[in-house]
């Protein structure tokens, strides 16, 4: 079975830095495509950042141009937990945080992810 946990959410001011943390269960951090979403009210739920499993290449990760420069994707196997280090953060960043994998070595990254966890939300205050 497949399970995920953030944390690491919170309010924060413009240009201040927040990692987030996964916690993924079930599996290895590594075994699946797995990635950042992210929704703010009343907008579309956005892929902020992906990197795929291992066995289907791993290499380097996506993100979306929103965040690029200033975002960072990693995870840490001896804690089986997947980072999003945040930089430089800006109100438009405000928005609830999900991790989410495929489940399954077919779903990669650009791919539905049918496993999410339940969010954490990230305020950014002007």
């Known amino acids: 079975q497949v399970g995920l946990e953030e944390s690491g959410g919170g309010l924060v001011q413009t240009g201040e830095s927040l990692r987030l943390s996964c916690t993924t269960f079930g599996f290895t951090v590594d075994k699946y495509a797995i990635g950042w979403f992210r929704q703010a009210p009343g907008q579309a739920r956005e892929r902020v950042s992906c990197i795929n499993g291992v066995r289907n290449g791993g290499g380097s990760p996506t993100y979306a141009d929103s965040v690029k420069g200033r975002f960072t994707i990693s995870r840490d196997l001896g804690k089986n937990t997947l980072y999003l280090e945040m930089n430089n953060l800006k109100p438009e960043d405000t928005a609830v945080y999900y991790c989410?994998?495929?489940?399954?070595?077919?779903?990669?990254?650009?791919?539905?992810?049918?496993?999410w966890g339940k969010g954490t939300l990230v305020t950014v205050s002007s």
């Open positions: 989410a994998t495929g489940g399954w070595y077919g779903a990669r990254c650009g791919d539905t992810f049918d496993w």
